[in-house]
């Protein structure tokens, strides 16, 4: 799956989108959603990436993809990519990232170690190809500053990295104080499909 995961990186190269015609086409776009309640926060952002297919290399399994800003990208698919003689020239490799970050104030005894887990799939024999790959890791932070003259919370990692949030509901202030243990988990979920042409 990490064969998926370069192939968003390489199509995630341009924004914005590129130039109108009749059809789908190459392009690149970005969603943010913020939920905020007294002692948690939600954090999401979805990007959809797009390229159209305009040549096969079927010996060396090298794809020429149009990306968005009329950037040309080659791609060498893998033997993990399943159903590679399903792709024609005009499809369309359509990129999906999420990415998430939970946070919640909790009491002692949250869990200390860091917790991770993940999950891959791939398509069905027969089927245009696609994949998705996403994990999920979970950790306890620290609040080591609150800032409310200027909006922000920050939080020391595991690690000893110290991150600035962005307060966008002001009840934050009331809730969270220097010495809070905060729970973050971060999601990160990537799906990759072949569409075939205008559809």
Do not use: C, W
């Not at 800032?147 to 020391?156: C, F, V, W």
């Amino acid at each position: 799956m990490r064969n998926a995961f370069f192939m968003v990186m390489m199509l995630a190269l341009a924004v914005p989108a590129f130039a109108a015609e009749k059809g789908e086409k190459p392009d690149a776009g970005e969603g943010s959603v913020l939920v905020s309640e007294p002692g948690r926060a939600l954090m999401t952002t979805v990007i959809e990436v797009k390229a159209r297919v305009d040549a096969i290399d079927a010996k060396t399994r090298t794809l020429t993809l149009m990306a968005p800003n009329d950037k040309v990208v080659e791609y060498v698919a893998d033997e993990d990519v399943r159903n590679f003689d399903q792709i024609e020239i005009g499809d369309m490799v359509v990129a999906t990232i999420l990415r998430s970050l939970q946070l919640e104030k909790v009491k002692e005894g949250g869990k200390s170690e860091p917790e991770a887990k993940g999950a891959a799939a791939r398509a069905e024999k027969g089927q245009k190809p696609g994949a998705a790959v996403g994990g999920q890791v979970t950790f306890m932070t620290e609040v080591v500053k609150v800032d409310q003259p200027n909006n922000t919370i920050s939080l020391k990692g595991p690690e000893g990295k110290v991150v600035a949030f962005d307060v966008h509901n002001p009840v934050q202030f009331e809730v969270v104080k220097e010495g809070d243990m905060v729970q973050a988990t971060y999601t990160e979920a990537i799906a990759v499909e072949v569409r075939k042409a205008n559809k």
